[in-house]
């Protein structure tokens, strides 16, 4: 006889954050999702253990407890956690894992989740991005608290390096320094060209946005690999992206871009020794639905679409 029919949840990842900071004691970050992500799948057993594989995704265990304990359920249960995301990059491995794990516990017991649920339920976790939410929005990454709805990214590409080493989420913010007034200020800025490159459809703007807060951050935590690709962005007037609280450091651009300038840009980004280079599209649907029951129908893929990524 058949068992019960699994549950599964997506969460897309990022590649950074485009603007992050503090502006009036509230922290924000800006999400681009991208199409790298997690898979997570559920099914109840009978007992009180609810195991999780690999064993070592506990944040994705919280997450699942916490929804099994909202609905009342019993925690007997498999969680299986798949993701095509590195961990302590700044590209929210944590926080896909928390999003999928409660998307799969909801499909399998048929609970409608809105984002802002998730969101709340993410934020008691660890501080989480705002991936749980489609298109770009700003969010309180404390708080999980939605500061504003952005809209879909404008098609573009990102070239990008993973960078060496990882950071801790968690003891990033808690011992993160405060953002001095002319920060701020500067932030503020970013903020009202980041909206207005979505609302304008202009990726150059967008990038711009980006490269003022790598900027801030460069100058609150000096590092010397940042100030190598923040110098190779500014020989063309490239827009950028980072990761704020991670290792990835990645070049905006529109999409299409010519081959050739496409190619000359990730020799450089190769020379800067910060590991693999890769090729993201933005602004495309290349990801299906975010949940449901069954093993197979329906089931994003963890990869890309052929021709969004490159090595």
């Not at 407890?65 to 925690?75: F, G, Q, S």
């Not at 298109?135 to 390096?161: C, D, S, Y």
């Not at 932030?187 to 207005?196: D, G, M, P, V």
């Amino acid at each position: 006889m058949n068992g019960p029919r699994p549950g599964w949840g997506f969460a897309a990842g990022t590649f950074g954050e485009l603007v992050q900071g503090q502006i009036d004691d509230i922290p924000f970050l800006i999400t681009l999702p991208i199409a790298w992500g997690t898979r997570a799948t559920f099914v109840a057993t009978d007992g009180d253990v609810l195991e999780v594989w690999p064993s070592h995704r506990k944040k994705a265990l919280q997450a699942a407890e916490l929804a099994l304990d909202a609905w009342h359920k019993p925690h007997g249960g498999v969680l299986v956690v798949q993701s095509t995301l590195p961990v302590g990059k700044g590209m929210a491995s944590s926080s896909a894992d928390i999003v999928a794990s409660i998307r799969a516990v909801g499909a399998f017991y048929g609970q409608r989740l809105s984002p802002g649920q998730i969101a709340q339920w993410a934020a008691q976790v660890e501080p989480t991005d705002g991936i749980m939410y489609p298109n770009v929005v700003a969010f309180n990454p404390l708080t999980g608290q939605l500061l504003e709805r952005f809209g879909p990214m404008p098609p573009a590409l990102i070239l990008g390096v993973l960078g060496h080493g990882r950071i801790n989420t968690e003891d990033h913010h808690r011992h993160r320094m405060p953002y001095r007034a002319d920060h701020q200020q500067r932030l503020k800025e970013a903020l009202k060209i980041a909206r207005l490159g979505i609302e304008q459809r202009d990726v150059g703007l967008l990038g711009k946005a980006g490269r003022i807060s790598a900027e801030v951050a460069y100058e609150r935590e000096p590092d010397a690999a940042l100030l190598a690709f923040l110098e190779l962005a500014a020989r063309d007037d490239l827009g950028v992206i980072i990761g704020h609280s991670g290792t990835v450091r990645g070049l905006l651009l529109p999409s299409p871009s010519p081959y050739g300038v496409l190619r000359k840009l990730e020799q450089r980004l190769w020379g800067l020794n910060a590991g693999p280079v890769h090729r993201l599209a933005l602004g495309h649907k290349v990801i299906g639905p975010m949940s449901g029951q069954g093993a197979r129908s329906g089931v994003p893929s963890l990869g890309l679409p052929s021709g969004s990524l490159t090595h």
